[in-house]
């Protein structure tokens, strides 16, 4: 739909809140119209992509059902590792849990995700290298009801399952009781070292992909948990490090970041990772936004996937040695292979009235910290992921 038939305002009559709306000539009698929000990722395709992978890739993806939702759909549970000879092997692995579409209308969170298992299968160096020294855990989608029946927010019951992760209800929200045992297993599990744990979601209000993640009073323990964030920074071109903000409000005291952090043990660090629904902005201006394609959301997988590959060798676990052949993880992304892709939307401009244009409600942003940076300057996100 053409961006000049898309207006985005206060209106007077809705208590001054932004309303979103379009026009649309409906010329042909006998077709049939479906508008989208943003781009469709359904239950079924979920199903029909994870078959295909398990298929395609059975000994290194695990597929498994760890639980229902109300409705009897399956909480599906994706594994990634390769297994190595008993002589090369690590005593212990790092262990990254990935977790999306707990509100189900987030549907680039399923793009981002898809992005991460299709990379973590691909041959190249750098998946290899993560599959070898590393395990990653998926939970595609953390309420499946919602998403088949079309909630954009709320579970089939009507709950934000996000509220909910301090004390979910094995009746009322089984997919989370079941998603929260099954981490407080692998955290005593001493077999693999869970230690990063992503929350993927959408975010209608922000431009880019940044990060929310938490406060602390020890310095050396903050200065560690911005540390992924800042490499996802350098690996992603899209990255806002003007959104991404540290925090513990209590207002957000039930989602998945705030209530794991208190349950998981202190070396987790857990994150909620927001991408745009729309775009980013062409060199921090917001009059030249680039839109986000299907293909942008999945770029977005890789790119986290190169940032965590530098986390770790930053931490010292993956020795530079065992790194792959060539540059940094974050220089191959940022490198020639994607400039030609993007070259023909640079120009993308967002005019008046549309999407985007209007001044936005203030967001409570603040810049991510340098690592010197003190933990009681954080400010407090107003986003409602």
């Given amino acids: 739909m053409p ?26 009698e006998d077709d049939v119209y479906q508008f989208a929000f943003s781009y469709p990722y359904s239950y079924s395709r979920l199903q029909k992509y994870l078959e295909l992978r398990q298929t395609q890739f059975p000994e290194i993806f695990k597929r498994e059902t760890i639980g229902q939702s109300v409705q009897e759909r399956r909480l599906e549970f994706v594994t990634i590792k390769e297994e190595v000879p008993e002589a090369e092997a690590r005593s212990q692995r790092k262990l990254v849990f990935v977790t999306a579409r707990v509100h189900p209308g987030e549907s680039p969170a399923s793009y981002v995700c898809q992005g991460l298992m299709d990379y973590l299968v691909s041959n190249t160096p750098i998946a290899r290298c993560l599959r070898r020294n590393l395990v990653f855990k998926f939970i595609p989608m953390l309420n499946p009801d919602g998403v088949f029946v079309g909630n954009y ?29 099954l981490l407080e297993t692998l955290a005593s599990n001493k077999e693999d070292d869970l230690s990063l744990y992503l929350d993927l979601h959408a975010h209608t209000g922000l431009l880019g992909t940044f990060v929310y993640g938490n406060s602390y009073d020890d310095v050396y323990r903050f200065e560690h948990h911005a540390l992924f964030p800042k490499h996802l920074s350098n690996c992603a071109e899209d990255f806002s490090s003007e959104s991404t903000v540290y925090n513990r409000d209590p207002g957000k005291s039930g989602t998945s970041r705030r209530s794991l952090t208190s349950l998981l043990p202190d070396k987790v660090n857990c994150y909620t990772l927001e991408v745009s629904f729309y775009g980013y902005p062409k060199h921090g201006s917001a009059k030249n936004i680039i839109p986000y394609l299907e293909e942008d959301y999945l770029r977005l997988g890789e790119s986290i996937c190169r940032a965590i590959l530098d986390y770790y060798n930053a931490t010292g676990f993956i020795p530079s040695s065992d790194m792959p052949a060539g540059t940094s993880a974050a220089a191959s992304s940022r490198g020639e292979k994607n400039k030609g892709k993007r070259e023909s939307r640079l120009g993308t401009r967002v005019p008046p009235g549309s999407h985007y244009s209007s001044k936005r409600l203030p967001q409570g942003r603040a810049k991510m910290p340098s690592s010197s940076t003190s933990t009681r300057s954080t400010a407090r996100a107003n986003s409602n992921n």
């Fill in 3 to 28: 961006s000049k038939y898309v207006y985005y305002y206060r209106c007077p009559q809705h208590r001054n809140n932004y309303v979103l709306s379009f026009a649309f000539a409906f010329d042909r």
């Fill in 153 to 181: 927010r709320t579970s089939l019951l009507g709950a934000d399952l996000n509220r909910c992760w301090q004390d979910p209800s094995p009746l009322a929200h089984p997919t989370l009781h079941a998603t929260k045992k």
